[in-house]
C-alpha cells in the first residue's frame, strides 16, 4: 500500500544532543513537508521541499534542518540549537502545482527531552 | 491566505448529523475552502474540499453559501470514530506548479457522544 511512513514514533532527546526523525514515502510525490504540534495547537510549518536537493524554511526552520538527497526521504534534524524541542512532529507529502493542497500525512514521532 | 473562524469545541450525539461551521468573511473569488481531521495522536486527513458548489464524497458534505463567506462541513451519519479535530483551511491553489504547505489553526474539537 502507497503511504507515508514516520519512525520512530517516540524519541527522547538528551540536553546537546541532535536527533534524526525519518520520514519516507512511496507515493511518488514531489513535494514533502514537516510540521510541529504543541498540546492543544495547530500545526507550524518547520520545512518543505518541491523537488530532491532543494528545500525551503517554514516559519520556525530556527534549530531544525533538513535534507533531500532522494524523492522518497526527507530527514529531519533537531539540533541543540532547539532549545524547546518538545512537540509532536508531523511529515507529510503531496503532488505540487493544482493539487498540492491535498497533503498525505504521517502518523507523528513524539519527541520529548530527557 | 483568508483568515478563518471555527468553534473550539462542539459536541454531537452519535447517529446524528454533525454540522460543522467555518466562517472566512474575507475569502477572495479564487480561494478554496479545504477541510482536514485530526484524530488524536494522528496526523490530520484530508476530507473534501470546493470552490463555490456544493460537494459531496464518501465522507461527508460540504455546503458553501452563496456569497462564500461561509461554509458547514457535514458529516451525515456520525459515529464515534469521528471524535476529532477539524480544520477549515482556506486559500488558492498553486497553478504555478510549486507547493508550500498549507497553514493549520487550532480547528473545532468535535465530540461525538455515545
Known amino acids: 500500500d502507497g503511504g507515508i511512513t514516520q519512525s520512530p514514533k517516540y524519541l527522547f532527546r538528551k540536553e546537546g544532543q541532535n536527533v534524526t526523525l525519518s520520514c519516507e514515502q512511496n507515493l511518488n510525490h514531489d513535494a514533502m513537508y514537516w510540521y510541529r504540534q504543541d498540546p492543544g495547537q495547530g500545526l507550524r510549518l518547520i520545512y518543505y521541499s518541491q523537488i530532491v536537493n532543494d528545500f525551503q524554511k517554514g516559519d520556525i526552520a530556527e534549530g531544525y534542518s533538513v535534507s533531500r538527497e532522494k524523492k522518497e526521504s526527507f530527514p529531519l534534524t533537531v539540533t541543540s540549537a532547539q532549545k524547546n524541542p518538545t512537540a509532536f512532529y508531523l511529515c507529510?507529502?503531496?503532488?505540487?502545482?493544482?493539487?498540492?493542497?491535498?497533503?498525505?500525512f504521517g502518523s507523528g514521532t513524539q519527541l520529548s527531552v530527557l | 491566505d483568508a483568515k478563518t473562524t471555527q468553534p473550539t469545541s462542539m459536541d454531537c450525539a452519535e447517529g446524528r448529523a454533525a454540522n460543522l461551521p467555518c466562517n472566512h468573511s474575507?475569502?477572495?473569488?479564487?480561494?478554496?475552502v479545504y477541510w482536514y481531521r485530526q484524530i488524536h495522536s494522528q496526523g490530520p486527513q484530508y476530507i473534501i474540499h470546493?470552490?463555490?458548489n456544493n460537494e459531496t464524497n464518501e465522507m461527508a458534505s460540504l455546503i458553501i453559501t452563496e456569497d462564500r463567506k461561509s461554509s458547514t462541513l457535514i458529516l451525515p451519519h456520525a459515529t464515534l470514530r469521528d471524535t476529532a479535530v477539524y480544520y477549515c483551511?482556506?486559500?488558492?491553489?498553486?497553478?504555478?506548479?510549486?507547493?508550500?504547505?498549507?497553514?493549520f489553526g487550532k480547528g473545532t474539537h468535535l465530540i461525538i457522544q455515545p
Open positions: 474575507t475569502i477572495s473569488g479564487n480561494e478554496y
Open positions: 470546493g470552490l463555490k
Open positions: 507529510a507529502s503531496s503532488h505540487v502545482g493544482i493539487r498540492s493542497e491535498k497533503l498525505f
Open positions: 483551511i482556506v486559500r488558492v491553489p498553486d497553478s504555478g506548479g510549486g507547493a508550500d504547505g498549507l497553514t
